[in-house]
């Protein structure tokens, strides 16, 4: 019988093999990984990139931001209003004289800017959006829960897309579009 030496081959040694075990750790986090990339990839391109889309979830975005003024309105005992500015709008609030810019921090982070083209109607007259030092209250948010009848017109210049916001004097505030004519 040959003598075999730790650490050399002999054909002995060959018999014994590695049972299949299935795919490691690494493998299964690797596959995963590339699905997300994908998946991600697809998404991206096909839904958020769209302006149909953002301009949809801006006029979702003012409408909300609308029905909390009016909740806020209520629940504590204040009116407020927004201010149409080019560009974006401001929350006011009344302080007993008029309306002032609010400095509370809920409601100037609830202020964003957008690079749409705005049209507001209110009560059946058409507001000039001005850049003032003092903003001009152009959306009333009573304490007593009413709010004023608008209809806000929204464009995409560069899409050719619009999108309108109309509300009622209870606070209901509708979207209708978007649309490539004028609503």
Not at 32 to 43: C, D, G, P
Not at 120 to 141: G, M, T, Y
């Amino acid at each position: 019988m040959p003598i075999s030496v730790p650490g050399t081959w002999t054909p002995d040694r060959v018999r014994y093999s590695r049972s299949p075990r299935g795919f490691t750790i690494l493998e299964i986090l690797v596959v995963i990984a590339v699905i997300s990339v994908v998946t991600s990839t697809i998404l991206l391109n096909t839904r958020l990139g769209n302006p149909e889309t953002q301009l949809k979830q801006h006029a979702s975005t003012l409408a909300k931001t609308m029905k909390l003024l009016l909740q806020e309105a209520i629940l504590n005992d204040e009116n407020y209003a927004l201010a149409l500015v080019p560009g974006g709008f401001k929350v006011l609030v009344f302080d007993g004289e008029g309306f002032t810019p609010s400095k509370q921090r809920f409601f100037t982070s609830l202020q964003k800017q957008h690079a749409y083209s705005d049209e507001l109607v209110v009560d059946n007259s058409i507001v000039a959006i001005e850049d003032k030092q003092e903003p001009d209250p152009h959306i009333l948010f009573l304490s007593s829960g009413e709010m004023s009848v608008i209809q806000w017109q929204i464009q995409d210049r560069d899409n050719q897309l619009n999108i309108q916001l109309n509300s009622n004097l209870l606070g209901d505030i509708q979207i209708a579009g978007p649309t490539s004519e004028l609503l």
